[in-house]
């Protein structure tokens, strides 16, 4: 019995070492960037979401739809949302940004980039884990979070202009 309770904790032990290399590993990696004008598409494990990805219903989720009488810059708007989520700015240009989160524990990193297309008066938007195959429905809910945060800070801005005389 002792021997197995020596295997067992081993075993542990090797797993939560093992995280730690993976979050470590994850930290080194970047965001594909933009691949001729677009997001680029996700990769065939389930830790992916992106809107740009229409023909692939495991890995597509829906764009942000643009007022097509839009007055205002939704780059700025989003960008304080994702740092109102924990994110952190890394590269971005005019129509592109490209933030990266961090998990508590293993220090695990995900992507997270944002493509207005003013063209189509959408908002694109990719999610996804650098390392590991699943990710427990994290960069859904975190997509879902930054379209929640965005249409409220769009509200906002929106009733503090028409409060102006």
């Given at each position: 019995?002792k021997?197995?309770?020596?295997?067992m904790s081993l075993?542990?032990?090797a797993?939560v070492?093992?995280l730690?290399?993976?979050?470590?590993?994850?930290?080194?990696?970047?965001a594909p960037?933009?691949?001729?004008?677009?997001?680029?598409?996700?990769?065939?494990?389930?830790?992916?979401?992106?809107?740009e990805?229409?023909?692939?219903?495991?890995h597509?989720?829906?764009p942000?739809?643009?007022?097509?009488?839009?007055?205002?810059d939704?780059?700025p708007?989003?960008?304080?949302?994702?740092?109102d989520?924990?994110?952190?700015?890394?590269?971005?240009?005019?129509?592109?940004?490209?933030?990266?989160?961090?998990?508590?524990?293993?220090?695990?990193?995900?992507?997270?980039?944002?493509?207005?297309?003013?063209?189509?008066?959408?908002?694109?938007?990719?999610?996804?884990?650098?390392?590991?195959?699943?990710?427990?429905?994290v960069?859904?809910?975190?997509?879902?979070?930054?379209?929640?945060?965005?249409a409220?800070?769009?509200?906002?801005?929106?009733?503090?202009?028409?409060a102006?005389?």
């Amino acid at each position: 019995m002792k021997i197995v309770f020596v295997i067992m904790s081993l075993f542990i032990v090797a797993g939560v070492f093992l995280l730690f290399i993976l979050g470590g590993i994850s930290r080194s990696g970047k965001a594909p960037g933009l691949i001729a004008g677009r997001l680029a598409k996700c990769p065939d494990t389930p830790n992916c979401l992106c809107s740009e990805q229409k023909d692939d219903a495991n890995h597509f989720i829906s764009p942000i739809i643009l007022p097509q009488n839009i007055t205002f810059d939704p780059l700025p708007i989003l960008k304080n949302a994702v740092r109102d989520m924990g994110g952190t700015i890394g590269t971005e240009s005019v129509h592109y940004f490209a933030a990266t989160f961090s998990s508590a524990i293993f220090g695990f990193m995900d992507d997270l980039e944002v493509r207005i297309d003013s063209t189509q008066k959408m908002i694109h938007i990719r999610s996804a884990s650098r390392v590991g195959y699943g990710d427990a429905g994290v960069n859904k809910k975190r997509i879902e979070l930054l379209k929640k945060l965005y249409a409220q800070k769009v509200s906002e801005a929106d009733h503090s202009l028409k409060a102006i005389p």
